[in-house]
């Protein structure tokens, strides 16, 4: 069973759904013994840090999280998922879970224009990924495939070797990010078609060591 | 250009007491009018994103659009928008509870913006679409972009300067605009670059345009001339005469960038 970790933050359920069309079984919950018993743990949400950890505090789910992963189940983190899990986001100013040492920033672009390009924030939309180490769940990715952004802030791990997949919207930015059995998109991969799902797919079968 | 993302390419489908109004004519010329069908066609032909616009006259029969949106959901992995009959938050979170990425409001807006500020600080900005229908009218003192805003289809001027709107909407916490040439609207002989280009220079949230496709061309002149992020399409793919596939090949082959892999 992987347990969908449910807090106040929007769209659980489509997460849940691409899992259920891939054919695993998931429940969304916020309920600790569940999650302690869940097999994996998918960590979404769409939303700001400062209520989305504020939610997940009063829950008690940090920790559920944190022991999840120290545990050694793998642990999907997507989006703001990707973002609490860091140290710090520059967003509503949170201190957050920690988990991955470094913080999140938010884009800043100085002249909002680069070559006559505005760039328009949040950064939401297609973009590609340019895969930086191996990774089993990024296995079936092929360099052409593009994945659905939405976010004004991005995250930055202290250790570079926990880039995964980076992507270039300004800046070059961390939009993948792996340390043992955790991996952590910025973007939807439950809303990123054909290659997203086989992001889902490869995590739900992902056996860490 | 690395740092641009892909142009986005989204099919607009009306829908009426759960079923679309235009169906797709295949090539074998069956006629499918479920949206949701149409919704995975779209999917897998490599749209972007999709449009659903409820035009549902009776209020008993808005339902029958929560459950479409819910099996469309289970159905295609796609963000999607579901716009048409939203006036309150509660009816904005029974769209987005049942799976739409975003929800567009227009006229509710127009009567009462409060509506896009309280949508944003439940749901977030992403959320919320602001939809707007634009009729150009010539520049006076009361609007001076000289294109105002209208709604019922645009028989009805409301007195309101369309730049100043969107502006107005972008600070109220609209994620995103969808915007309406009722000008250019059905002719199929191409966008209003002027508005587009006008509206999506002067707001820093993403503009959808909207209104007068019938070429792969007018696709590119608004994508580039008209700084639009993305662009709607309706009828030049519902009724057979391009495929979205096709539309990205010509704007790939012009230069535009969009997402060739799905």
Same mark, same amino acid.
């Given at each position: ?6 807090? %106040? ?20 919950? %916020? ?50 998922? $990707? ?33 006559? $390009? ?21 296995? %079936? ?24 997949? $980076? ?43 | 250009?690395?740092?641009? &993302? ?31 069908? !149409? ?49 309150? /938050?509660?009816? !904005? ?10 929800? @567009? ?9 409060? /509506? ?15 939809? !707007? ?29 369309? &730049? ?33 280009? &006008?509206? @999506? ?31 709607? /399409? ?10 979205? @596939? ?14 060739? @892999?799905?």
């Amino acid at each position: 069973m992987i347990a969908i970790i449910k807090y %106040d933050a929007g769209n659980l359920t489509s997460v849940e759904r691409a899992v259920t069309h891939l054919g695993f079984k998931s429940v969304v919950t %916020d309920d600790l013994k569940k999650i302690a018993g869940a097999e994996r743990i998918i960590f979404p949400g769409v939303g700001a840090a400062g209520s989305a950890m504020e939610s997940i505090r009063r829950l008690g789910l940090d920790k559920a999280i944190k022991e999840a992963f120290l545990s050694g189940k793998p642990v999907l983190g997507i989006c703001i998922g $990707t973002q609490i899990i860091m140290d710090y986001s520059e967003e509503n100013d949170t201190s957050c879970m920690g988990i991955i040492r470094g913080k999140v920033l938010s884009f800043r672009f100085d002249e909002s224009r680069k070559n006559g $390009t505005v760039l328009k924030i949040p950064h939401m939309g297609w973009n590609r990924i340019t895969v930086h180490r191996k990774h089993f769940v990024l296995s %079936d990715i092929k360099d052409e495939d593009e994945f659905y952004f939405v976010h004004g802030y991005y995250p930055s791990p202290d250790d570079k070797d926990q880039l995964i997949g $980076t992507t270039e919207y300004g800046i070059r930015f961390a939009s993948v990010i792996g340390y043992k059995n955790i991996i952590a998109t910025q973007f939807h991969p439950e809303k990123s078609g054909r290659p997203g799902l086989s992001i889902l797919k490869n995590f739900c079968v992902w056996n860490p060591c | 250009m690395e740092s641009m &993302l892909s142009k986005r390419i989204i099919p607009c489908l009306d829908v009426r007491d759960g079923k679309t109004t235009k169906g797709i004519k295949f090539s074998d010329n069956v006629d499918i009018g479920d949206p949701v069908e !149409m919704a995975r066609f779209y999917y897998e032909e490599g749209a972007d994103e999709i449009v659903f616009y409820d035009i549902t006259a009776s209020n008993e029969k808005r339902d029958i659009m929560i459950d479409v949106v819910r099996r469309v959901a289970e159905t295609i992995f796609i963000p999607f928008s579901v716009g048409g009959g939203i006036r309150t /938050i509660e009816d !904005m979170r029974k769209v987005l509870l049942a799976g739409a990425e975003k929800i @567009s409001v227009n006229s509710a807006a127009v009567r009462n913006p409060e /509506i896009i500020a309280r949508g944003a600080e439940a749901f977030g900005n992403q959320c919320i679409v602001l939809g !707007m229908d634009v009729k150009h009218v010539g520049k006076s003192e009361k609007i001076p972009s000289g294109y105002e805003i209208v709604i019922n289809g645009g028989r009805t001027f409301m007195g309101i300067d369309a &730049l100043q709107w969107a502006k107005e909407a972008e600070k109220l916490g609209a994620g995103e605009i969808c915007l309406n040439s009722i000008d250019a609207d059905g002719t199929c002989e191409g966008y209003e670059l002027t508005l587009t280009s &006008l509206i @999506s220079e002067n707001v820093g949230i993403p503009v959808i345009a909207s209104g007068g496709a019938g070429r792969p061309e007018h696709l590119y002149d608004v994508l580039t001339k008209g700084k639009a992020d993305a662009a709607l /399409i309706a009828s030049m793919v519902h009724y057979g005469t391009y495929s979205i @596939s096709g539309i990205k090949t010509c704007l790939d082959e012009s230069g535009v960038k969009v997402r060739k @892999s799905w």
